[in-house]
């Protein structure tokens, strides 16, 4: 999945792009920023049921760690607020697409993450 908004200071292409079929079918693209830094992952999973299958991780709580749902068009969308392993703030959002699932993670501030992710699928 493929963002129609993609700021600046992301690098194109992406530097990772890689996928599995078992025990769900995974398509995972991995954005550098221009500094070179882990900037955003877009995993796309394809899988009908309510929960996903497998584990992804979250951002680890933080003092400030938070959990709250938001919409994202018309589909409900669960935004998590903490950080990475060492320390840096990173946010996640989580939602549903027809039989997919997606996760998009970033250390970009979270309104930055939801209108990126409101441009996938032309949400």
């Known amino acids: 999945?493929?963002?129609?908004?993609?700021?600046?200071?992301?690098?194109?292409?992406?530097?990772?792009?890689?996928?599995?079929?078992?025990?769900?079918?995974?398509?995972?693209?991995?954005?550098?920023?221009?500094?070179?830094?882990?900037?955003?992952?877009?995993?796309?999973?394809?899988?009908?049921?309510?929960?996903?299958?497998?584990?992804?991780?979250?951002?680890?709580?933080?003092?400030?760690?938070r959990r709250t749902e938001v919409r994202l068009g018309d589909a409900p969308a669960l935004l998590i607020q903490g950080q990475g392993q060492d320390g840096t703030p990173v946010n996640q959002l989580r939602w549903r697409v027809g039989g997919m699932h997606l996760v998009a993670t970033t250390i970009y501030p979270p309104e930055e993450l939801l209108r990126i992710a409101s441009s996938i699928h032309g949400e």
């Open 1 to 65: 999945a493929l963002p129609s908004y993609f700021p600046s200071y992301l690098r194109w292409p992406p530097a990772s792009i890689r996928g599995q079929r078992d025990p769900v079918k995974v398509a995972s693209l991995l954005f550098l920023s221009s500094q070179g830094e882990q900037a955003l992952q877009i995993r796309e999973l394809f899988w009908p049921g309510e929960e996903i299958p497998l584990s992804i991780p979250e951002p680890e709580p933080a003092g400030d760690a």
